[in-house]
């Protein structure tokens, strides 16, 4: 009996302890105003909108993927700061797992504000992603508060969970179309958008207040606006979050506003100011401080028990950190770029018609490029300083006498010299007039390995090991084991605002050594000298010093200027130039490859009422390019009648002379020309999407003679200069986009071929001389995306037996000949925050697996005229204008006959194990048929097609990154082998290395300690035009590997 009484009061004690411990966080007004309870403990809005993300990392970056120890490192980096300063609650987004809100607020006593952007960005429903959130359909509002009960049922039974807050700023992002909404007159559509918006925040206020009473929900607002409909809507709404940037304050009317529509408290989600002047271009903590402290100032004067309005609870400064992906959201992730919007308001650097404000200095806390523990290192500006002050004050228990006192007492002095004596400026770079911008060792111990004699040596048992390392090769050159160091320096001068320049330096003790692809020219002297030429006076060629690459860049309000020596740009794709008339040059290691210097350009970049306007020019602005200039211009128009938005380009070229660099251009001695393209796209509502432009291009080879189809010799005229495109598509059709577009090309109206993206293996070509047909799809359900196209091709004039070396202006080659292609991809990528098929994805992806499948289906149904291809010899050569170079010369391979059931299938895929933070691993594999790209393959001896099969793994894990390769009966990595379609059985590569920072890169191999072993094995259709192998040896069944050790150290 005593057991049971005994039991029964330890269960009522249970309860009573949980009815005391649970969290009831509660609104309530008085004759002071409102304030905010946790129970019954006032709680003053003190709070910080926590940013954590990285510099080098995206809007995409997602802390809590990292794994516990690292989340928990940030975590215990940030909070003690955070605590220290006065915060008493953060602004986090439903990406952060409850138990870490328990952690923070448990270890630290600071709460979190749980914010569910509820669309705002996008919404995926029934499997389509919407990028735009139309608030009145059916089922994405089911979707959307769905998605909000979720939230609630998440974090329910949380600690430490202050409030709920659904949207951000979702009234400005009322851009969604309908048929309903579209008949509405102009003046009404803005005003029903915004009641199926705050209807629908209503409901999942609704839904969260139904799972957990005890917790406030609001929404966050953009500014005050729509306060009548919100007051009509939004019964459930305790409390209404504003994203605020008025300036200096948000002034009387804002509070007013509320107060008599709304009757509800106020916290401020966002608001502050950034650190940087855009007038003086430099850093600016006197500014930010100015800003918050009146802000501040006037915050405490509307709080509980002022005589105002007493209806603000405190509020969210906008953010902890600077974060450096703001501007360009995934380039220049490790710049810090400056403004990228205006606001009037701030008016201590503002000026009409230029941006003011720069979203990447908003921190409280610059960001060092120094890490502590694998973290970049906060460095705190003056604002915290002061507000560390400020908030010791009371919001809701001090008077007006004590608020003007203490805001009156503080010394701005003293927290700018905190600020500046810890400031980023002043620690990592003084002054930053001169700084070391980048400063790289690497050495490499390579041996050569003729795999045969080894094997041949254990099986005799002898123990001739050094023969087999070193041995004269078939070029009586002799093999050897080679250790090569090169290092660069990179200095970069700010000699007055606005300009930058950079200069960096290379030396070298010699190539780097291999005898299984190209030699590097750019390591030599005289650019004509060539591998393999079994010259003796190697080091007589060695380039031992070089000014490797410079670049510059000055800013104005009214335009920027660029200049690059041996530095990547970019093209105009993405802004137009759907005829691909522009390149972009960042094949840095192709240029070396073939010892140019290119990019050599200079680029100018319109602001303010020449904004869209781009022009660059230069000797040679991409690898092997004619001298020129290229223009382009781009405007977006907002919407006209039913057309949803007006995309206006215009791209032109004018080239000036030929290019002196043939190993890229075999006919460029018919010397400059003009290139100019007018294209247009727009949104045909509500259903349509309709793409056209014009081009001419090829106007140098105007008067050229040529044979037509009839076996007559015509004449090159403008109109073969002319081509068009025209796309027409729909999305009718649920989670599918279905296109069909149709390409004209005059006999010469060439431009570059586009890039290859998205996983596709093959791009438009830019050739002239065809017509061609496309239809395609992209169908989106879920995580998935399918995107199949079918595409036939014809050529306007047959093939002839023409050939590029006998003068022709144009020839029927690779990417115009008669041909029916299929092509599709399938992704799967559940995270959406990063692109699957972005050029880093193998350091960014994000998912725990995504995948992507693409397949390639070829039929050649006509010939192809005489293609030539570039030799590895010496040799003068007469171009089409009369003039002579020496260089590697191009000779005719002949042509390719029909071809048929030529096919390549490729997948890849990236791991992020959740059961294994910080592994990361990725696969890939191909298997095809395909064939060579000359009818040179005839002379060599080898088969017409080419079946190969490759795969490959790369992992890391904490220091240690690896990857393999392999390929079986594959073409080498130069393309002049699928010239010949000469492959090898065998071809492998190993990579192992030890990093000294964790979470190594796969696109660089800086800052490790490693071993690679690269190899070939030789086969019937094999050659050793590297010299590989020893003097005498059989190729057929030869095996060749280079073993490397390494190490490479940099900033």
């Known amino acids: 009996m005593l057991k049971k009484k005994l039991a029964i009061l330890a269960a009522a004690l249970i309860s009573l302890t949980s009815a005391v411990s649970a969290q009831k966080i509660t609104v309530k ?106 608030y009145s359909d059916y089922y994405t509002r089911q979707t959307l508060i769905e998605q909000a009960r979720q939230t609630a049922l998440a974090y329910k039974d949380c600690k430490g969970v202050l409030m709920y807050m659904f949207g951000n700023e979702s009234n400005y992002g009322l851009v969604w179309s309908s048929t309903e909404i579209e008949d509405l007159p102009v003046g009404d559509q803005n005003t029903v958008k915004a009641a199926y918006l705050y209807d629908l925040l209503e409901q999942a206020m609704a839904v969260c207040k139904e799972i957990d009473p005890n917790r406030p929900v609001g929404i966050v607002n953009g500014d005050v606006g729509n306060m009548e409909l919100i007051a009509k809507l939004c019964p459930s709404l305790d409390i209404l979050g504003v994203n605020v940037y008025r300036g200096y304050k948000a002034y009387d009317s804002l509070y007013e506003n509320v107060a008599d529509v709304l009757g509800k408290p106020i916290v401020f989600t966002e608001f502050g100011a950034d650190a940087f002047n855009d007038i003086l271009k430099q850093e600016d903590q006197s500014a930010q401080l100015t800003y918050m402290k009146t802000q501040w100032e006037e915050i405490y004067q509307q709080s509980y028990g002022k005589g105002k309005c007493q209806n603000i609870l405190g509020g969210y400064v906008f953010e902890w950190i600077d974060e450096w992906w703001k501007r360009y959201q995934v380039k220049n992730l490790d710049v810090h770029d400056d403004a990228s919007w205006s606001n009037a308001g701030y008016d201590i650097d503002y000026r009409e018609g230029v941006n003011n404000m720069s979203e990447e200095w908003f921190g409280l806390c610059a960001q060092s490029p120094l890490k502590e523990n694998g973290i970049n290192v906060r460095i705190p500006r ?151 030429n079994n010259a003796e006076d190697d080091d007589d060629h060695l380039k031992y010093a070089d000014v490797y690459s410079a670049s510059f860049n000055y800013t104005n309000t009214a335009f920027d200027l660029n200049g690059y020596y041996h530095v990547g740009h970019a093209s105009f794709e993405g802004k137009g130039d759907p005829f691909c008339i522009s390149k972009e040059g960042f094949d840095i290691i192709g240029y070396d490859t073939y010892g140019s210097k290119a990019p050599i350009a200079l680029e100018f970049v319109g602001h303010g009422a020449l904004q869209g306007l781009e022009i660059i020019g230069g000797p040679e602005i991409v690898g092997g390019a004619k001298p020129q200039v290229q223009a382009n211009y781009f405007k977006w128009i907002p919407s006209v009648g039913p057309l949803d938005g007006i995309v206006f380009n215009m791209t032109g070229a004018a080239e000036f002379a030929s290019s002196e660099n043939i190993l890229l251009d075999p006919y460029a001695g018919f010397g400059g020309g003009y290139k100019a393209s007018v294209y247009g796209e727009t949104y045909i509502m509500p259903w349509f999407q309709l793409k056209g432009g014009i081009l001419t291009s090829g106007s140098e080879k105007i008067g050229a003679y040529y044979i037509d189809g009839d076996r007559e010799i015509q004449q090159v005229d403008f109109l073969d200069t002319l081509g068009a495109q025209v796309e027409l598509g729909t999305n009718m059709f649920q989670h599918t986009y279905i296109f069909t577009k149709a390409i004209y090309r005059g006999v010469v109206a060439d431009t570059n071929a586009a890039m290859a993206r998205g996983s596709f293996f093959t791009s438009d070509s830019g050739s002239g001389n065809r017509f061609e047909v496309q239809l395609g799809a992209e169908f989106g359900y879920g995580d998935m995306v399918f995107k199949p196209v079918i595409r036939a091709r014809t050529p306007l004039e047959k093939p002839m037996g023409r050939s590029l070396l006998d003068g022709s202006p144009f020839v029927v080659g690779l990417g115009n000949r008669q041909a029916v292609e299929v092509e599709a991809v399938f992704t799967y990528d559940p995270e959406g925050g990063t692109w699957f098929h972005e050029w880093n994805s193998n350091d960014i992806e994000g998912a725990p697996w995504a995948f992507s499948l693409t397949g390639l289906y070829q039929l050649y149904a006509g010939k192809t005229d005489r293609l030539c291809y570039k030799s590895n010899d010496d040799q003068e050569v007469t171009r089409n204008d009369g003039t002579t170079v020496t260089q590697k010369a191009w000779y005719d391979g002949g042509a390719l006959d029909l071809q048929n059931n030529l096919f390549q299938v490729g997948t890849r895929w990236v791991l992020n194990p959740p059961q294994v933070p910080g592994l990361r691993a990725i696969i890939k594999a191909n298997i095809g048929r395909l064939s060579a790209s000359t009818g040179a393959w005839e002379s060599a001896g080898s088969p017409e097609y080419c079946h190969f099969v490759s795969g490959g793994i790369a992992a890391r894990y904490g220091h240690w990154i690896g990857s393999l390769d392999c390929t079986v009966n594959g073409w080498g990595a130069e393309s002049w082998w699928r010239d010949f379609n000469m492959s090898f059985p065998l071809q492998y590569k190993l990579d192992i290395a030890y990093a000294f920072g964790t979470n190594p890169s796969f696109m660089e191999s800086t800052n490790r300690v490693g071993l690679k072993i690269v190899g070939k094995n030789f086969g019937e259709y094999s050659s050793d035009a590297y010299h590989a192998l020893p003097m005498g040896a059989d190729v057929d069944g030869a095996k060749y590997m280079e073993v490397t050790t390494y190490f490479s150290i940099g900033l």
Not at 421 to 449: D, G, M, R, Y
């Open 29 to 134: 007004q008085d004759a002071g105003g409102w304030k905010l309870y946790d129970g019954r403990t006032p709680v003053e809005v003190k709070g910080v909108v926590w940013a954590f993300t990285p510099i080098g990392q995206s809007f995409s970056y997602n802390l809590f993927a990292q794994g516990d120890a690292f989340i928990q490192k940030m975590i215990d980096t940030d909070m003690p700061m955070l605590k220290a300063m006065g915060v008493n609650t953060i602004r986090c987004f439903t990406t952060i797992p409850p138990k870490w809100v328990e952690y923070i607020y448990t270890k630290y006593g600071i709460y979190t504000m749980v914010n569910d952007l509820l669309g705002r960005y996008g919404v995926s429903v029934n499997g389509t992603w919407y990028p735009q959130t139309d």
């Open 382 to 532: 003056a604002a915290y300083y002061m507000l560390q002050d400020v908030w010791k004050l009371s919001l809701y228990d001090s008077n007006t006498q004590q608020i003007a006192r203490t805001f009156a007492n503080l010394n701005d002095a003293v927290y700018i010299a905190k600020g500046n004596e810890k400031s980023i400026k002043q620690t990592f770079n003084e002054n930053k007039k001169v700084e070391i911008s980048q400063l790289n060792t690497t050495v490499q111990a390579t041996t050569p390995v003729y795999l045969n004699a080894v094997v041949d040596d254990i099986m005799d048992g002898t123990r001739n090991w050094a023969s087999d390392f070193r041995y004269k090769n078939s070029d009586g050159d002799i093999n050897g084991p080679t250790v090569v160091a090169e290092a660069s320096v990179g200095v970069k001068v700010r000699p007055f605002e606005n300009f930058e320049g950079e200069v960096v330096i290379k030396t070298a003790t010699g190539e780097p050594y291999t005898r299984i692809g190209d030699h590097w020219t750019s390591y030599y002297e005289d650019k004509g000298y060539l591998y393999g």
